[in-house]
């Protein structure tokens, strides 16, 4: 990362340093991930990660499930991604851990909201404010059906541990695995199946509302 950005966005912390410092190692490790990532489709996610902005505010811890499968999904990881899951299981108990589904709401199975959660690092609310991309990591149990679902944003997920079966516009599912990349474009129809195991993604979004609750079909 930009030596010169990393000292602006240290400055914001004046009321909490050591606070931002923390977090500016996981906008490191998901930065660095990316732009050194050399799928095709990853490029195009490029220039939004290397000019997200600048904004950087304290966020609250918020504890799900999601994060005991992230540390247990650790000796699952291959060298590639390591580095990246190790740091935000090291961040694990700080980190704000959400879901964009409510039970009431009757959209997804509830054994997916048992078992599924995501931090975001950058994007709307932050703790790196941005609304030209979105980045983070998100989290599936095992055997958990995520429906057919859309949104206007374009998505990437980057496969870092684990496998799902994803189908898109109710077709055949593909099987996609770690080091598997799996992009969609804007409002295209997808879902998935995991395994009999857990899977954990780096996601990012771009060119669209980043924070819009997806649709079902």
């Keep these: 990362m930009n030596e010169q950005l990393i000292a602006r966005i240290s400055s914001l912390a004046t009321n909490g340093g050591e606070k931002c410092e923390l977090d500016l190692e996981l906008l490191e490790s998901v930065s660095n991930f990316t732009l050194e990532h050399p ?3 990853v490029a195009g996610f490029k220039p939004a990660m290397r000019n997200w902005g600048t904004d950087w505010k304290a966020t ?3 504890y799900l499930p999601a994060g005991d499968i992230l540390t247990a999904a650790e000796k699952r990881c291959d060298a590639t991604a390591q ?5 935000f299981i ?5 980190l704000r851990w959400e879901q964009t ?3 009431q709401d009757g959209l997804v199975p509830d054994a997916m909201l048992a078992a599924y959660g995501f931090a975001e690092i950058i994007g709307p609310r932050g703790p790196f404010v941005s609304e030209r991309i979105r980045a983070g990591i998100a989290i599936w149990g095992a055997q958990v059906d995520y429906p057919q679902h859309q949104h206007q944003a374009e998505e990437i997920y980057i496969v870092l541990v684990g ?3 994803f189908s ?9 695995r770690a080091g598997d990349v799996v992009f969609v474009e804007s409002n295209r129809q ?3 199946r995991t395994t009999d195991e857990s899977l954990v993604v780096l996601y990012l979004w771009q060119a669209g509302d980043l924070r819009q609750t997806s649709s079902f079909a």
């Design 168 to 176: 898109f516009d109710n077709n055949t599912a593909e099987t996609r």
């Design 60 to 62: 609250s811890a918020a």
């Design 39 to 41: 799928h095709p489709q």
């Design 90 to 94: 090291r961040h694990n108990q700080r």
């Design 83 to 87: 580095p990246l899951v190790q740091s």
């Design 101 to 103: 589904y409510r039970k």
């Design 190 to 192: 997808r879902g998935f």
């Design 163 to 165: 496998s799902a079966d």
